[in-house]
């Protein structure tokens, strides 16, 4: 494939099994190369190595299972978007050396582990997106892998059940926007916020049924938390909590399904806690 003096360029790789630096000849700066193939089954590492810069790479509808170390390395790109494939493994410092990237998207993929191995030197990176995966765990302080204030972290429609009291550990900038929508996550422990500053903070969906009096005690920076509704002793401490935070807090009235998943929505309720009321709105 050779591109020169265009905008971008768009391919279905047919029955190419390998994305690798031979099939490209990019001998002009693109915005985006969007790659499809159902037979693709891997990408060679450095398969970009001595082209031309290109901003968005998408790689998308492929059979890819894991990406390897160093796959993408030394390359200026700003948005790596890696979504509805197959992936379950990221090798460590599979991506490596990304002085401009500012977003990674790997949503609809098969990944259980989230790690901060996996990304290294990445100093612009704001926006993670990894919804609809089967995430159990985040190690290795995973949130570091953020650098800039006002960020985004997307986790929604994962099997996250277990958060400790160091989940957010690396976590170090500012107003972080982080979603937790739609997990199996069962209890918050007393501290989990302590140290660090969000955004606004997704934490619906899940199997969290109280919030204890001691939790409630803790300063916190967050401008925004979504909540599931629970029994009107912890609303009405939520309340407290939440002037005394300036935090404004949604609730979501939800169906628990048998199998653990978070069910579908039933109505949205909206509540203006910092000047300590409740306006309702009712779906039907």
């Known amino acids: 494939m050779t591109f020169a003096d265009s905008e971008g360029f768009q391919a279905n790789l047919q029955q190419n099994t390998v ?11 693109l915005t985006f190369v969007k790659l499809t193939g159902s037979k693709v089954t891997h990408v060679e590492t450095e398969f970009l190595k001595n082209q031309e ?11 890819i299972q894991t990406i390897r170390k160093h796959t993408f390395k030394d390359l200026e790109v700003k948005y790596l978007i890696l979504e509805k494939n197959q992936i379950s493994i990221i ?33 612009q990176m704001t926006t993670f997106h990894a919804q609809h995966n ?8 995973f949130f570091q892998i953020i650098k800039q204030d006002n960020g985004d972290v997307n986790l929604n429609y994962n ?12 976590l170090s900038v500012q107003n972080t926007s982080v979603s937790l929508g739609v997990n199996q996550i069962e209890e918050l422990p007393v501290g ?23 939790f409630l005690k803790g300063y916190v ?3 925004t938390i979504s909540f599931d509704v629970f029994n009107d002793g912890t609303l009405k401490r939520l309340q407290t909590w939440s002037r005394r935070n300036n ?32 306006v309702l709105f009712a779906n039907g």
Request: hydrophobic letters at 40%.
């Open 159 to 170: 099997e996250l059940k277990i958060v400790n009291n160091d989940f957010f550990a690396g």
């Open 91 to 123: 090798e460590e410092e599979a991506f490596f050396n990304l002085p401009l990237l500012n977003t990674i998207q790997i949503k609809t993929n098969k990944l259980s582990v989230l790690n901060s191995n996996y990304f290294k030197n990445l100093p």
């Open 247 to 278: 935090v404004k807090v949604k609730y979501y009235k939800h169906n628990l399904n048998k199998n653990g998943a978070a069910g579908k929505l039933l109505s949205v309720v909206v509540t203006a806690v910092v000047f300590g009321f409740l």
């Open 134 to 141: 089967k995430i159990k765990s985040l190690e290795n302080s």
């Open 19 to 29: 994305i690798c630096n031979k099939i490209f000849n990019i001998s002009y700066p």
């Open 221 to 223: 920076r967050i401008q």
């Open 53 to 63: 810069t290109v901003q968005v790479v998408k790689i998308t509808e492929t059979k």
């Open 192 to 214: 989990i916020f302590d140290g660090y500053s969000f955004g606004a903070l997704d934490l619906s969906h899940n199997f969290v049924t109280d919030i204890s009096e001691e």
